[in-house]
């Protein structure tokens, strides 16, 4: 079911799209090489107990999961692109970070993510990195009252397939509210002026995610971890936006803390 926020809920909202952007502008500074994925999970378990917010993964148990995932962040590295599982590792020069974030604050959820690199950049790591926030941007453009749903999708793999990336739409945007994953689907393809009608008071999570030379996943024996199937590294960038009659609100904006 899809539902429809006043703009008083869409308010009640902003906490929690300031505390993920917070949350991730602050790991994104201090993982370095050499930063453990468990001491990343462990900051962000301690920021949410600061700031008395709820985490929308630790107790996530999906029918595919195997246990709750018992972490509060994905942290996907070089290859492993979605639902990254923390574990000990620490991170060598140039490997390629995805942190994905969500949680609840006042009983609203934001969910967010970012990729970058720690150390020593791979110019084909940045340029995979530059289209996936180019097609979060062109998704949160399309992201206007009286559009479609598939107009987000068909922005969204417009900048993928110009730069020469295939698309995997098994996972993709979802609506956000009360809960992490409600209704509707976003797609990461799609065909314009198709799909749900975009209406002011939908608010969704718009993520396009990219491998550099597959569209293939695979899924490691933590259960969680989604991997290339060619080795090839991926990138991912996630907001929560709010659709209004004045047009998108991004929820999870970073740029208030002086970062994109
Ligand atoms: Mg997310």
Same mark, same amino acid.
């Given at each position: #079911?899809?539902e429809?926020?006043?703009?008083s809920?869409?308010?009640? #909202?902003?906490?929690?799209g300031?505390? %993920?952007?917070?949350v991730?502008?602050t790991?994104?500074?201090d993982? /370095?090489?050499?930063t ?6 462990a900051?962000?378990h301690? #920021?949410?107990r /600061?700031? *008395?917010a709820?985490?929308?993964?630790? @107790? ?7 246990s709750? !995932?018992? /972490?509060?962040?994905? $942290?996907?590295?070089n290859?492993?692109v979605?639902?990254g599982l923390p574990? @000990?590792y ?5 490997d390629?970070v995805?942190l994905?974030?969500?949680?609840s =604050? @006042?009983?609203?959820?934001?969910d967010?993510a %970012?990729?970058?690199? =720690?150390?020593t ?7 995979l990195?530059d289209t996936?926030?180019r097609?979060?941007?062109a998704?949160i453009?399309?992201?206007t009252?009286g559009a479609?749903? *598939?107009?987000?999708?068909y ?8 730069d ?5 739409t ?6 956000? *509210?009360? %809960?992490m994953?409600g @209704?509707?689907? =976003?797609?990461?393809?799609? /065909?314009?002026n198709r &799909?749900?009608?975009?209406r002011p ?8 995610w !990219?491998?550099? $030379? ?8 933590d &259960?969680w971890?989604?991997?290339s ?7 991912h ?9 004045? *047009? ?7 740029? !208030?803390?002086? =970062?994109?």
């Amino acid at each position: #079911m899809i539902e429809l926020r006043t703009p008083s809920e869409i308010e009640a #909202m902003r906490p929690a799209g300031r505390f %993920v952007a917070e949350v991730l502008a602050t790991l994104r500074d201090d993982t /370095k090489v050499g930063t453990n994925l468990l001491a990343i999970d462990a900051r962000a378990h301690e #920021m949410i107990r /600061k700031a *008395g917010a709820e985490s929308c993964y630790i @107790d996530y148990h999906p029918s595919f999961g195997a246990s709750p !995932f018992g /972490k509060v962040i994905c $942290t996907s590295i070089n290859d492993a692109v979605l639902h990254g599982l923390p574990h @000990d590792y620490a991170l060598r020069d140039g490997d390629l970070v995805s942190l994905d974030f969500a949680v609840s =604050v @006042d009983g609203w959820v934001a969910d967010s993510a %970012v990729s970058f690199v =720690v150390g020593t950049p791979r110019d084909e790591d940045l340029a995979l990195i530059d289209t996936t926030e180019r097609a979060l941007d062109a998704a949160i453009g399309a992201a206007t009252a009286g559009a479609r749903i *598939g107009d987000i999708s068909y922005a969204i793999a417009q900048v993928a397939h110009a730069d020469g990336y295939s698309i995997n739409t098994d996972f993709g945007g979802h609506g956000v *509210g009360r %809960v992490m994953h409600g @209704d509707p689907h =976003v797609p990461n393809d799609g /065909k314009p002026n198709r &799909g749900y009608p975009l209406r002011p008071g939908l608010v969704v999570a718009l993520e396009p995610w !990219f491998l550099q $030379t597959t569209d293939e996943l695979v899924t490691d024996p933590d &259960g969680w971890t989604l991997r290339s199937v060619d080795g090839s590294r991926g990138a991912h960038a996630e907001h929560t936006v709010a659709i209004t009659a004045d *047009g998108p609100i991004v929820l999870t904006d970073r740029s !208030f803390l002086g =970062v994109d």
